[in-house]
């Protein structure tokens, strides 16, 4: 914990006055972890009361985990870490929706918890407690759009962590282990912290070593067991992942190369579409075209994108770092004051609100640093001296920046690193000012409730505007899951006006799906019995809207099977009963797959 400086020492407060008891609880580990993870729980719950099942990428996540919690498997190019802990929760429950919840709570929960521990390696515990909830409060940070992004955070805390703990070579050694273990197990960006953090590590030690009077080969050999025994073991875990991936060998170049390819025509269709409102494509399966107008191929690399149009490259990096500030500001303040929103979810933007709070960071950051650097002798000596290496491990990962932000767009989800290390960076500058204001120390433990009623604001006007909670998501899962071993079946083929992650959460893998819109315009010269059949479509789920839709249409699809027309060719499988929304899941008779 830094000290003050020495002409602003406090008073000694009598041991039992009101004071010092105030103080001494403010201060206590206890009141600070279990009153910030309170807060947490209060700030989350008013969003997850509402939240649906996740849909999207973490749909497709669950597919991975699932196949964890069945056979123990991973996919080594697709977050085994990740999808190892996802599936980790199908062993408490089977329902998908109350794993998703679980899961994301750990990681919040855990996030926050290490937020904390980390700030109070920094700072005193009122600075600490109050960066930890500026952390908390903010639903980008526990509400963010896919829980994978968040989860990335936890090794990378872990890894400051352990350079906290103590300033030797084998605790930096052990922290550059666990960013290895996230670029390869993690997030695969994280590599640009491991080279920085690296570099920063051999240009210490050779320094050190500079001042002996050996060789600095001959020194760099006596260290490195520090470092080469801690990555050793890294290693060899990756080696164990990779053991256990169904994706090996000559796969894996297909399916990283996959990846990349189909990333880049995502995010650069999207950005395409913000700067050119009359394009209508779908940035996320409509690229197709788009791309290959552009640089002559619907899925290239980032280095044929370059290749083929520079130019065009050049408008989508520079318009994804003209996002920069809004994005700073949506990761610290959950608004911006921009005009085009910086995340793929909704946003709130042209915030009044989150302009002048920039203005109040950057002040308190410039006055901080200006003093800082005037004071820089006793800085050094009483605290970056000792702390000067999480510092630099926290500024390695946050490197990753100047990559992600114009090739993807600066995302507060894929900048949580950054988010921990602005706060930090915040939390050092108003220290600096405190200590100059000359306040003694039991006055500033009353900035703990002021932050409490700060944050509790913010997170109020952030809150959800919804006012039921139905959950159609959660509820379509819910009416398949029984049928898991039909609809996992690889001979089923679904036709579901319902999202697609719903039989993926329901079955546990990628179903054969036909899309809704493919029923809804399908050629009107063919029966619907012709078209099912030419679909070779085994199973349909149908809403509320569509029975309704197609019950006044006379569907043949629909109407023998609610008059129970023996002659048709489907069979309930299941339909509402007793409750407020209609559904019903059909299976055809020829084509019945066994397995409930």
Known sequence: MLTELPELAPPVLPPESFKARFLRIVNAPWFSYVSLLAMQAVFAWRFWWYRDITVGDTSSYFTEGYRWFSHFKVNIAWSPLYTAFYGTMLFFTRDAAIATLMHRAIIVFAATFMVLALTRRLFPAWIAWSLALWWACLPINFETLYEVHLFALLPILVGALIVAHRNTAFYRGMGLAVLVLTMVLVRNETMIGVACFGLVCLIYEISRVRKTDQKIWKGLLKISPAYVVPILVAYAIILGAYHISHIQSDELPAVLHSKHTLNMAQVYSFGYGQRHPEYKGDAWIGYAPLMTETFGKDLPTIWEMIHANPRAVAEHFWWNISL?????????????????????????????????LSWVMLIVIAIGGLLSLIQRKYWWRTAMRSQIFIWLFMFSVAMATFAIVPTQRPRPSYLFALSVTLMAIVGASALVIVANLRLPEWSRAWMLPIAIVICTTVAIAGRPTAVAHAQPYTQAHRHLAPYEKAIADPRTVALGFCAGDCWRYASGTNVNLISPELFIHRDPAKSLDEWLEESHITMVYLDEGTIDRLTAENSPLVMPVLKGDPSTHWRVLSRSAGTEDDWLLLQHVAKVVTGR
Not at 337 to 343: E, I, L, M, Q, R
């Open 324 to 356: 920069t500030p809004s994005g700073l500001q949506l990761m610290l303040f959950n608004k911006a004051s921009g005009k085009v929103n910086p995340d793929y979810a909704d946003t709130h933007l042209h915030s009044k609100a989150a302009r002048q």
